[in-house]
């Protein structure tokens, strides 16, 4: 099961910001560079990014080991005024701590985690042994908080036999986790990080077979401009390098971007290749870029655009997530009967950076940001990353499954189980899950749900049955009471409409869409 936030008009105008760039595909692209992150041998761009946030020795996460905020104590969002009163509570908060940025799961805490841990509550099979790693766990506030709830609701049994492990890139960050945790002696024997790399295979080991749950979660950024609070979510996804590919206009084909110092002298700039990279090309393929219509109105169209391009050439830049696709190869490989809760962000404001899905690359000094021009001018004090294409996200979890695959081979009368994809948005997530009246302000904003357009992913391919076999959904427990009081189990959707408020749904909630999320039940 996949839960898989889908807002079109984000994803709409950060399609048409790709294009809003001016001046030539092959602009001048070259950077000083203070730094040994490029060779004697040109590099990739995604080698470039990850040696640029994840180096040991000038990566942005290795020299700014501080960079994940703790709080001392939850904050008390009842005694706020509202969402105003709120936002200058965490521009104090960034004041003080002089940090990059907090974790929602930290601002929220524990609600967050709670809403989470419930959510793996409700969705697991508590037959056998819980198994819960999480990607990039960053103070350790998510495990504790979660084990917290687990010791404190689930049955003895279900605590007792957990295991909860942290896989995590940064050595310091790895170390804070383990403080973190050890402040509960009973989590300590029931947890462990890991200090590596998630998307190298052969840190895994052997695949792993049990049933597990995979977290990866946001990490909140806020920043000042121009003495105007600027706060939006990011998450693991969002970090995770990318390659870029361009073309000069229209019909042209795509091209990889390879980064290359200029001679002895420390500036860098893009050559441009033909595409040979097995992920590049796999991505070109999951987005059927590689595809042409060979049929008779299709190769009119395409005549007129090599017209048009030749007269108006528009040249296109795409960022593409091979980390991501990376990841998700190794997680669907290492982890097979994994679900997966994760988070990200469909849109970034005021990208100055060119192409589809660019990145924003930031750096804060003195409690300030500052976005750089382009991508080459993180030297290791900045941060870059990236918003999520999430039809892009569902097609990759389905590759990497093995899905899309199983689709293209079947025969016509073949059924495919399928790998389903549902849409919830932090509100609906923390009003199903969660207790969102815990992160109301006075006048009853909700801080968790307003202070941006954060969004879940929720891939549990057990949710379904799951469902049938315990139907603990607050949600279908209410819906199947209604149906079941008439005569024939049978219900009109205008009849049921008017009972939104029985069934706490809010409301710009579709009814329809809610009872589509559950197929096998109704």
């Known amino acids: 099961m996949i839960f898989l936030p889908r807002r079109l008009p984000l994803l709409l105008s950060l399609n048409l910001r790709a294009f809003s760039f001016k001046g030539s595909l092959f602009c001048p692209s070259a950077a000083s560079f203070s730094t040994d992150i490029i060779g004697d041998t040109p590099i990739l761009v995604r080698d470039f990014i990850h040696s640029a946030l994840y180096h040991p020795n000038h990566g942005y996460f290795s020299k700014r080991p501080g960079s994940v905020g703790m709080l001392d104590q939850s904050i008390k969002f009842n005694q706020l005024q509202g969402r105003n009163a709120y936002l200058r509570h965490l521009g104090n908060l960034y004041k003080r701590n002089d940090i990059a940025w907090f974790t929602p799961v930290e601002l929220f805490k524990p609600w967050y985690a709670h809403g989470i841990a419930e959510a793996i509550l409700r969705t697991a099979d508590l037959s056998v042994p819980l198994k819960i790693y999480e990607i990039g766990g960053g103070s350790g506030t998510c495990a504790k908080c979660i084990m917290d709830y687990m010791m404190l609701n689930a049955p003895a049994k279900v605590y007792n036999n957990m295991t909860y492990v942290s896989v995590e890139i940064s050595p310091s960050l790895a170390k804070k986790q383990l403080e973190t945790l050890g402040e509960v002696s009973s989590h300590s024997s029931r947890f462990r990080v890991e200090c590596r790399d998630a998307a190298n295979r052969s840190g895994w080991g052997d695949v792993d077979r049990q049933q597990c749950w995979v977290i990866m979660l946001e990490k909140w950024k806020s920043t000042l401009h121009k003495c105007a609070l600027r706060d939006c979510y990011f998450q693991v996804l969002d970090n995770l390098p990318h390659d870029l590919i361009c073309s000069e206009n229209q019909v042209s084909p795509w091209m990889e971007v390879w980064l290359d110092k200029q001679g002895d002298s420390l500036h860098v700039s893009e050559l441009y290749k033909p595409l040979h990279d097995p992920l590049i090309s796999c991505c070109v393929k999951i987005l059927d870029m590689d595809k042409e219509d060979s049929s008779l109105g299709s190769r009119a169209i395409s005549a007129a655009k090599r017209i048009w391009s030749k007269v108006f050439p528009h040249p296109r830049r795409v960022w593409l997530p091979t980390g991501c696709l990376q990841l998700m190869e190794v997680l669907h490989w290492a982890l097979p009967k994994m679900s997966l809760i994760a988070s990200d962000f469909s849109y970034l404001p005021d990208v100055r950076i060119a192409g589809e899905r660019a990145p924003l690359v930031s750096t804060k ?119 079941l009081s008439k005569p024939r189990h049978l219900m009109p959707l205008r009849v049921l409409s008017k009972c939104r408020s029985y069934l706490s749904l809010p409301p710009k909630c579709s009814i329809l869409s809610m009872i589509k999320r559950y197929p096998a039940i109704f």
Not at 397 to 410: I, M, N, Q, V
Not at 471 to 480: A, C, G, I, P, W
């Open 365 to 483: 000094k003195d409690g300030r940001s500052a976005d750089y021009k382009s991508y080459l001018d993180a030297k290791g004090d900045a941060d870059i990353f990236f918003p999520t294409d999430f039809w892009l996200l569902e097609r990759i979890d389905h590759h990497c499954s093995g899905l899309l695959t199983r689709h293209l081979e079947a025969s016509s009368s073949k059924k495919v189980k399928q790998r389903r994809t549902i849409v919830l948005d932090t509100a609906s997530f923390m009003e199903e899950f969660g207790l969102p009246s815990k992160t109301r302000t006075k006048d009853g904003c909700s801080c968790s749900a307003s202070s941006s357009s954060s969004k879940k992913i929720v891939c549990n391919p057990q949710l379904d049955k799951q469902g049938v076999k315990h139907s603990k959904l607050r949600f279908v427990q209410k819906l199947k009471t209604l149906p």
